[in-house]
Structure formats: structure tokens, C-alpha cells
């Protein structure tokens, strides 16, 4: 094989890989891509920290999970009033495009 062609095989394997790679890193319906999942992890941490620092809720039991900024609220309240307060919280954090209660009373 020519210096030629070896220089063409190389280029068109990188630029294979190259897309390959970008490929990985896009978002699909079900899947995030790497800047959204940073997001949400900070997303839910923000929401976590909330709901911690909120008196009435320290007792509480809740799960906090974040997908594409739609956060999902579960576990066990002991009150209705500490559940609307949880929902209220999370949805006073920057970033969050809606939150899904799925929190049952105890």
C-alpha cells in the first residue's frame, strides 16, 4: 500500500471514530447526554440539600431523582402538608421543569 492511500485509510478510520464517539455523547429519549446527566446530578443535589434544610421535612423519608430537569419525588411523608411542602421545595430549585410526586403518607 502507497503513503497515499495508508494517509487516506487513517483519516477516514479517525474520522469513523470521531463520530462514533460524538455519537455516544448524544442524548436520546431515554438517555442523557453527559451535560444534561452533570445538570440533573446537580439538580438533585440542590433538591436534596432543600429538603434537608427545610425544619419540617427533616424527618421525612424522600428519594429525590432527576431525569432531563424533571425531578421525581418518592418515599414517606407523615403529613400531606409535609408532602406539598417537598413539592414546593424542589420546584423552587433553578433548573427543574417539573416535579413528580410519587410520595405515599406513612
Known sequence: ?????LHTSLRLLGATVMLTL????????????????????????QVKA??????????????V???KGRV????FVSSRPQMETAV???????????VSNDMRLK
Open 22 to 45: 460524538l455519537g455516544a455523547c448524544a442524548a436520546t429519549r431515554t438517555q442523557e447526554a453527559t451535560g444534561e446527566y452533570i445538570d440533573d446530578t446537580l439538580i438533585t443535589t
Open 50 to 63: 432543600a429538603i434537608l434544610g427545610e425544619p419540617t421535612l427533616k424527618a421525612a423519608e424522600i428519594n
Open 88 to 98: 414546593k421545595v424542589a420546584r423552587g430549585i433553578k433548573g427543574v421543569s417539573g
Open 1 to 5: 500500500m502507497n503513503t497515499s492511500k
Open 65 to 67: 431523582e432527576t431525569f
Open 72 to 75: 421525581q419525588l418518592s418515599g
